[in-house]
């Protein structure tokens, strides 16, 4: 509990007052040794509250100062203005006795200079803002008694490098450093190394349980897009996130899928901040269901309640996997995770899987009736939501249709509203236009699943897997119906109902010597 802490009365106060009374695992871990002016160096994902267990001391430390122009005693470094405006926040509400400046680029220069004349005894800063105040003489650090790195991998993906380390160089030798992260790249271990002297190492995401589902999905480039719509349908009946690598492709995935009937806007780096924030709070209040954003675009978001995340593109480092990923399960809520891969991309999803030390579930596309049943339920959903003089504007047609008993016109409608029949959907590639179907009975080789398949007449063969028991092939449906129901005592069935991915026996295969691993997980 909080209130087990050595902390001033105010600011035990500010916590009763704003209702936080049992401390996160991260703060429970940094705070006694924070607390005492020893460096921490903490690991926890994103929204594990890194805030209070950095905020906790600086606002416990300080005491109020009147002087104008006085030079901060806490400068906390974050890699966004997002982030920085979120820290500043929360410790104004914790230390509002505290004067927080915050400084950030994307804006004027006029503004955040005054404030800084004005004084303050807390700057939050983005490091490339900072650094032009320093070198302009409006940002003394000659008297920082606390220096803070949140999020300090994402400073490196960022290429702050060396703004980190000239701003750190200005500061006292003797300071309290703390540095948070999610993961701790060689950059932030030998920032650490050099920065922190004898620190407290907070790990709490060593042996940590990810409090959302993680599900990996093959999905060919040619086919991608169709099954991100199908998985934003199943999966995606809340706040969605779907990240992609270029603003391009963000731009032309949120058109995309708004004219598939998906509420979808684009977040990157083109766009200013007036427009990110407009687009942010239609996404909180649920006018938006669907954020396509690019990484960098989307550090910092403060967007508190995500139900799913999608990696439309294979993440490029480990880290990154784990910040987009993150963004979901906060606070106790349950999440979902969805990777999208490509078959030449399985080698680097088995490094992926090493590197975090968990197993994603595979699961095959979803099938078109999943999508189906799914459409129908937000249609009810949306029905329900309904006021009554809406639906009394539609009433006595509604009845009109009900006693003639003209279900055509209701089926068209429905037709209309969520699309006509859906297209067969492969179990192994995702592609539409095929149908998965087994020989199930033993081990089958991929020649011996082909040789049967034409002996039975099939002209147009797809993808053909081995399976442990069995053998899979992608048929075409008009074929896949004139299937016999076995061949050669071999069970034959369309595998349309199967809701995982089949799980494949791979072939043996020599060691090839000297075999070089991605550089992308390497450690």
């Given amino acids: ?49 890194k805030t209070l267990a950095f905020g906790l001391p600086i606002a416990n430390r300080l005491e109020p100062e009147t002087a104008r122009g006085r030079a901060p005693r806490a400068f906390i470094l974050t890699p966004t203005r997002e982030l920085a405006l979120q820290v500043a926040g929360e410790l104004e509400l914790i230390a509002a006795d505290l004067r927080v400046v915050t400084v950030y680029g994307g804006t004027g220069y006029s503004k955040q200079a005054a404030d800084l004349k004005r004084g303050a005894d807390i700057v939050v800063a983005t490091p490339g803002r900072a650094v032009d105040y320093y070198k302009q ?14 999020e300090a991998d994402e400073m490196l993906n960022a ?3 060396e703004d980190v380390e000239l701003l750190l160089a200005a500061t006292p030798a003797e300071r309290q450093t703390m540095l948070f992260s999610a993961t701790l790249p060689r950059w932030a271990e030998n920032l650490a190394a050099q920065h922190l002297r004898d620190p407290l190492r907070a790990n709490v995401v060593q042996g940590e349980s990810v409090s959302y589902e993680e599900i990996a999905i093959e999905a060919p480039l040619t086919s991608r897009l169709g099954i991100l719509s199908d998985v934003l349908h199943v999966h995606g009946q809340g706040h969605t996130i779907v990240f992609t690598r270029t603003k391009a492709e963000v731009d032309d ?21 007036v427009q ?3 687009v942010l709070d239609r996404f909180r209040a649920g006018q938006v269901t669907v954020l396509v954003a690019t990484d ?10 995500v139900d799913l995340v999608v990696h439309y593109r294979f993440p490029e480092q480990m880290e990154r996997y784990q910040h987009r990923s993150g963004r979901t399960g906060r606070a106790g809520r349950a999440g979902t995770v969805v990777l999208l891969f490509s078959p030449r991309e399985r080698r680097e999803l088995a490094l992926l899987e090493r590197a975090i030390s968990r197993k994603l579930t595979r699961a095959a596309p979803p099938q ?14 949306s029905i329900a939501a309904q006021t009554a003089a809406d639906k009394d504007t539609w009433r006595q047609v509604a009845e009109t249709w009900l006693a003639s008993g003209n279900a055509d016109a209701l089926a068209g409608l429905l037709a209309l509203t969520l699309g006509g029949a859906p297209a067969p959907r492969s179990l ?33 063969l797809g993808r053909v897997q081995s399976g442990v028991s069995s053998g899979y092939a992608d048929v075409r449906p008009h074929e896949a119906r004139q299937l016999p129901t076995d061949i050669e005592d071999l069970q034959v069935g369309v595998a349309q109902n199967v809701e995982a991915a089949p799980q494949f026996e791979r072939p043996r295969r020599r060691p090839e010597g000297n075999r070089v691993r991605s550089p992308r997980y390497n450690r």
Avoid: C, Y
């Fill in 253 to 273: 995935l949120a058109k995309t899928l708004s004219a598939q009937g998906h509420a979808a806007e684009a977040v990157h780096g083109d766009l200013n901040q």
């Fill in 296 to 305: 960098v675009a989307a550090r910092g978001l403060d967007i508190p309640e």
């Fill in 428 to 460: 192994l590639t995702g592609e539409e236009g095929w149908v998965t179907v087994e020989l199930r009975g033993r081990p089958l080789s991929v020649p011996q699943t082909v040789r049967l398949l034409k002996q039975v007449g099939v002209g147009d």
């Fill in 276 to 278: 990110r924030e407009r």
């Fill in 137 to 150: 003489g409006l940002l003394q650090l000659a008297g920082v008694e606390v220096v803070v790195l949140d």
């Fill in 1 to 49: 509990m909080f209130i087990d802490f050595p902390l001033r009365e105010s600011v035990a106060r500010a916590l009763e007052q704003k209702g936080f009374a049992t401390p996160t695992a991260i703060q429970s871990a940094a705070l006694p040794h924070a607390l005492a002016g020893g460096d921490v160096l903490g690991l926890a994902r994103t929204g594990t509250g």
């Fill in 368 to 381: 078109p009736e999943a999508v189906q049943g799914a459409k129908l339920a937000g249609l009810q959903r």
């Fill in 159 to 161: 290429g702050f490098e």
